[in-house]
């Protein structure tokens, strides 16, 4: 099996495609007017307390205010008998927030205060004690492995716990102290500016998309990444460097006259999955719409 990673970018926006034997398998697009915000951590202020909702409206500078429910206050949800959200938070309270929803149409972003921060092979849990395993080792045996691994390599005054990625399974114990160290230096620069910027500021971004890529997505199985991009090429390549040593190798610098996305048929896929109707091998098609509220599909048979 062949799977390559191709990276398109202009200046509106940054489009990732994963192929798999020369077929598109999954299309990730970011644009510059609007980057994601999950991941993101705000020191934020509340506006708003709902009881009746068990819920609360936070403001971050951003052009609606974020949702937090008590199930998503640390305070909240870590004791048997759950407090009441009005006796954690009050009106014009200020809070360290992280975003896990974007916002859709007029609803603002959701939050959590369970702050968690990704690195390549861990999550770091910096304000828990948990140490769990992806859910997707299923292997009872090797999961208890990798956590015997994980807390060997944890100093005993350790704060903190961590969620083991499955891409841990092939890392070694120089790259699992890596990403120990990056993740515990990144909360510690967190907290330090958590304390001195303004209420409604961005205190921590998480890595743009490209980045993201490398951490999340590459893997023993991905052969070569593309880019198109010299600038984000040599971003991309400083970051391996440093957190990612194994993609060095794979990272490509694409600099032909046709457009990368052209040579793989990929603005085609990009034009069929984009459509409102998708044709069916059976004669039949689909109508995909959407609201606020919801997707509909329109099944339609041909007969």
């Known amino acids: 099996m062949s799977e390559e990673i191709l990276i398109n970018v202009t200046p509106q926006e940054t489009r990732i495609a994963m192929m798999e034997n020369g077929v598109v398998q999954e299309l990730q697009i970011e644009r510059s007017s609007s ?14 307390v709902l009881p009746g909702m068990q ?7 951003l052009q609606r205010a974020a949702f937090l429910h008590a199930g998503d206050i640390l305070e909240c949800g870590d004791s048997d008998a759950q407090r009441p959200i009005q006796e954690v938070l009050r009106e014009g309270q200020s809070l360290m927030v992280q975003v896990i929803k974007e916002p859709i149409g007029t609803k603002g972003a959701r939050l959590t205060t369970h702050i968690s921060i990704a690195g390549r092979f861990l999550v770091y849990l910096p304000q828990q004690d948990h140490i769990g395993v992806s859910q997707r080792i299923e292997d009872e045996a090797e999961r208890e492995g990798l956590r015997a691994r994980l807390i060997g390599l944890l100093p005993e005054n350790r704060i903190g716990g961590y969620i083991i990625r499955t891409m841990s399974e092939s890392a070694t114990d120089e790259e699992l102290l890596a990403d120990i160290d990056y993740l515990t230096k990144t909360w510690t ?4 500016k958590s304390t001195t910027v303004p209420e409604r500021t961005l205190i921590f971004q998480d890595l743009n998309l490209p980045m993201r890529v490398l951490r999340d997505v590459l893997c023993v199985d991905t052969e070569v990444v593309r880019i198109d991009s010299s600038e984000t090429y040599q971003k991309l390549l400083d970051f391996a460097n440093l957190y990612a040593i194994t993609a060095v190798d794979k990272l490509v610098h694409y600099q032909g006259e046709r457009p990368l996305f052209d040579i793989y048929n990929i603005e085609k896929e990009i034009e069929k999955a984009m459509s409102r109707k998708v044709e069916l091998n059976s004669g039949g098609y689909l109508i995909f719409d959407q609201t606020e509220a919801l997707t509909t599909v329109d099944v339609n048979t041909g007969s």
Do not use: K
């Open 189 to 192: 620069h967190i907290l330090a």
């Open 35 to 48: 980057l994601g915000l999950v991941g993101n951590v705000y020191r934020g202020v509340v506006c708003r």
């Open 55 to 61: 819920s609360a409206f936070v403001e971050m500078g």
